[in-house]
């Protein structure tokens, strides 16, 4: 019995480092959007689109280990809830990726184009989500509601961005009715990374159950 609890405990940091590293190809394909929209980087933005299916990757391998671990192991209490919060994890950490690649499209769309004033709220919002999905993961690692909940606080910035730009960009348009087709893309990506940040939250709150044992909304 002792043998197969500690082989269980080794399975279980195993999964840590695992959802730890994917965290962090999801960080860097979101910085590499962030650069790429900074410095109207076609060909950068076009490293996040390829670097996308080894995000999806990754969370099909974590998931399968997670699920043979419940089936073969029979976890009981906390260590049943680390288990689904890491399926959690891993589904809103490889939406949030999918968000990143929705950014590079923007910048490989309005390659060459005039840029807009407003870009520099997307680029806060998504600065703002690459501090939230590290703070995430750290407060996962360390067991850390407390820091889970100040982490999903982080989307009001997000969201105070998302409307704002959604004002500033109609304000555009009645202005500039050329700029519509652009205009509108911008309003996409933006709300792309609203919700971003929504996923992130997301695992905040697996993070609450987690640790406490209880259900929160965060951010409501």
Do not use: W
Not at 96 to 111: C, F, N
Not at 154 to 164: C, R
Not at 194 to 220: F, K, P, Q, W
């Amino acid at each position: 019995m002792q043998n197969t609890r500690v082989i269980f405990s080794e399975e279980q940091e195993r999964l840590r480092h695992e959802v730890l590293a994917m965290s962090t190809l999801v960080d860097e394909n979101l910085g590499k959007a962030l650069s790429a929209l900074r410095n109207s980087d076609a060909e950068l933005a076009k490293e996040v689109k390829a670097g996308d299916a080894a995000v999806n990757n990754m969370q099909l391998k974590i998931e399968d280990e997670a699920a043979v671990l419940i089936a073969t192991q029979q976890p009981v209490a906390a260590d049943l809830r680390e288990l689904v919060t890491i399926f959690k994890l891993t589904g809103n950490l490889e939406r949030a990726g999918d968000h990143a690649v929705h950014l590079a499209r923007t910048v490989i769309k309005l390659s060459g184009k005039a840029s807009f004033r407003v870009m520099g709220r997307l680029e806060k919002m998504a600065e703002t989500g690459r501090e939230m999905i590290r703070a995430a993961v750290a407060a996962f690692l360390t067991r850390d509601a407390d820091a889970a909940r100040r982490t999903a606080a982080l989307d009001d910035i997000i969201d105070g961005e998302h409307k704002t730009l959604i004002a500033e960009v109609l304000a555009l348009m009645k202005r500039r009715p050329e700029l519509q087709k652009k205009a509108l893309r911008i309003i996409q990506t933006s709300a792309d990374l609203e919700r971003l940040g929504d996923h992130i939250t997301n695992i905040c709150e697996a993070i609450v159950y987690m640790t406490e044992s209880r259900h929160e909304e965060l951010n409501e």
